[in-house]
């Protein structure tokens, strides 16, 4: 067992535990540290990467900053490979490596911290690599193409069925599942006559309520991108989402994330992420949820997602577009001086911006003069709003 973290919160109190699994080295697999000597059989075109190992130590040394009264966190337990984890104040411990045995092991005690209160919040988080096969999404432990076992299918996890069963065993009221990993569909995968394996069973059918959504990198047959060495962009809309965007509303003076708010949030970060040589990285949300539930609260300044355009389209390339505040929502009077963000040099596609959230004057003004130049009142909240000025030629 590797917790770096355990708050020992009195028993009977709902609390917040998460299982965060970070696989860059698999030691098998094409340059890995036993690929001389004890190659995999089959490595389905899959060899080291360097994201996994940060962007989960990211994850994890984010984590004590959150703030969740109805279930403060109780528990972290990490899984990384390469086995060195350095924390936020750059202490060393030693982890457990995510083997398929140490891995099937922690997702059975995580899941039994999490079954222990009905409000209890479970999150499990993993990067590595990643397969699918016929809507089955298989995620490789570090021990994954191991030729010691003949059966190969016994290191690789079969994550729909395990969800599948989680859902169905959890007497907690919700779990999120964080996926940052691949789901391509390679000839290797159909050629594969034996199944993939679930590190949970059972043996029930009815499902309750739950809010158990599967936030994921990759849409079906798709590719999860990093940039070497960095934290991958799926973690990094993670921690942002988190820190500043993923919130639906303000409760008193506390921002809540939600479970839903943090995956759209995530999903129009990912989506204005540029990276010109790989596919756009993408959020695919999916799993069961019959219900929100509150994660997460923040204080202070909430960011939005600004998209401003302009009704007919046709005028945003004669358009000067200027967002300007009224009154932020973090300060109790008006502000003064006022804040003004804009795009000055007219572009045919809308103007994208980040603002907090507040109420604000959108302005188009046209120097050519071909439209009337306008002004609307908008409230901007988070973690996206779209504004469309109306205008007359």
């Not at 703030?67 to 982890?95: C, F």
């Not at 590595?128 to 096969?133: I, W």
């Not at 076992?149 to 959890?170: G, H, M, P, Q, R």
């Not at 996926?179 to 309750?208: G, N, Y």
């Amino acid at each position: 067992m590797s917790i770096i973290l355990n708050r020992d919160l009195a028993a009977g109190i709902p609390q917040t535990h998460a299982l965060i699994v970070g696989v860059g080295a698999y030691p098998h697999l094409i340059d890995g540290s036993e690929s001389e000597h004890k190659p995999a059989e089959n490595s389905y075109g899959l060899g080291q990467i360097t994201s996994p190992p940060i962007s989960a130590t990211a994850f994890a040394n984010w984590l004590p900053k959150l703030d969740n009264a109805r279930a403060p966190l109780g528990t972290v337990e990490l899984l990384l490979s390469p086995a060195e984890y350095i924390g936020s104040s750059g202490e060393k411990i030693s982890v457990d490596i995510p083997t398929m045995e140490n891995l099937t092991k922690a997702y059975g005690e995580w899941f039994a911290r999490v079954n222990s209160h009905r409000d209890n919040v479970g999150i499990f988080y993993f990067c590595g690599h990643g397969l699918e096969r016929e809507g089955t999404m298989m995620l490789m432990p570090s021990d994954f193409g191991d030729p010691s076992v003949a059966n190969t299918s016994l290191k690789i996890v079969n994550f729909s069925l395990t969800y599948d069963c989680s859902v169905l065993e959890s007497t907690a009221n919700t779990m999120l599942f964080l996926i940052d990993a691949c789901r391509e569909t390679t000839l290797e995968v159909l050629q594969c006559r034996t199944p993939p394996t679930a590190l949970l069973t059972s043996h029930k059918w009815k499902v309750k309520e739950i809010d158990a959504q599967i936030l994921s990198s990759s849409n079906e047959g798709g590719q999860s991108h990093a940039i070497p060495d960095q934290k991958s962009f799926f973690t990094v809309a993670l921690l942002d989402g988190l820190e500043k965007f993923g919130t639906r509303a303000k409760n008193n003076r506390k921002w809540e994330v939600t479970t839903s708010s943090l995956a759209t949030a995530m999903k129009h970060l990912m989506s204005r992420m540029q990276t010109p040589e790989m596919e756009q990285p993408t959020c695919h949300v999916g799993g069961r949820s019959n219900f929100d539930t509150v994660i997460h609260t923040f204080t202070g300044v909430a960011h939005v997602m600004s998209c401003v355009d302009c009704d007919p389209n046709s005028a945003l390339e004669h358009a000067e577009l200027t967002i300007t505040t009224v009154k932020r929502a973090d300060r109790s009077i008006d502000d003064e001086p006022r804040e003004e963000f804009g795009r000055k040099t007219p572009a045919p596609v809308p103007y994208e911006d980040v603002v907090p959230a507040g109420e604000y004057s959108v302005a188009a003004r046209f120097p050519s003069g071909q439209f009337a130049d306008a002004t609307t009142p908008q409230l901007m909240l988070p973690p996206y709003t779209r504004c469309t000025v109306e205008v007359i030629p």
